[in-house]
């Protein structure tokens, strides 16, 4: 059972997931959330990004928010799968140990990330 989000950090990136047949679903979703909540939104990429295994857009928001964003993104997902890290500093934590998951888990592709020692 993939990790919930949890308000533990003080800042967090979602990431949707989507491919070529729910790019335009992403996109709206994208879109809508920047009109609507307090929330960065990143470039729609239609490719492989980092270690993410989809295409992905990334929107960015602080502990603050976290509340109605996550309600926000789990009630308009649609069946998108959204990733949703906590932003520490250290990325390989935050894609790994602070992952959490609205929707189904995937696997990340983490070769790029050295763990802290």
């Known amino acids: 059972m993939p990790r919930r989000p949890e308000n533990l950090y003080p800042q967090y990136h979602a990431h949707l997931?989507?491919?070529p047949d729910t790019m335009a679903q992403a996109r709206a979703m994208a879109e809508e959330a920047g009109r609507s909540l307090l929330v960065v939104v990143g470039r729609v990429h239609e490719?492989?990004?980092g270690p993410h295994p989809h295409w992905s857009c990334q929107i960015a928001f602080d502990a603050a928010e976290f509340d109605e964003?996550?309600?926000?993104?789990d009630a308009h997902r649609n069946g998108l799968d959204v990733f949703v890290h906590g932003v520490t500093g250290d990325d390989y934590a935050?894609?790994?140990?602070h992952a959490m998951w609205l929707g189904n888990e995937s696997t990340l592709d983490l070769r790029m990330f050295r763990p802290r020692t």
């Open 94 to 97: 935050d894609h790994t140990a």
């Open 47 to 49: 490719r492989l990004v």
């Open 17 to 19: 997931y989507f491919g």
């Open 69 to 73: 964003v996550i309600a926000w993104l």
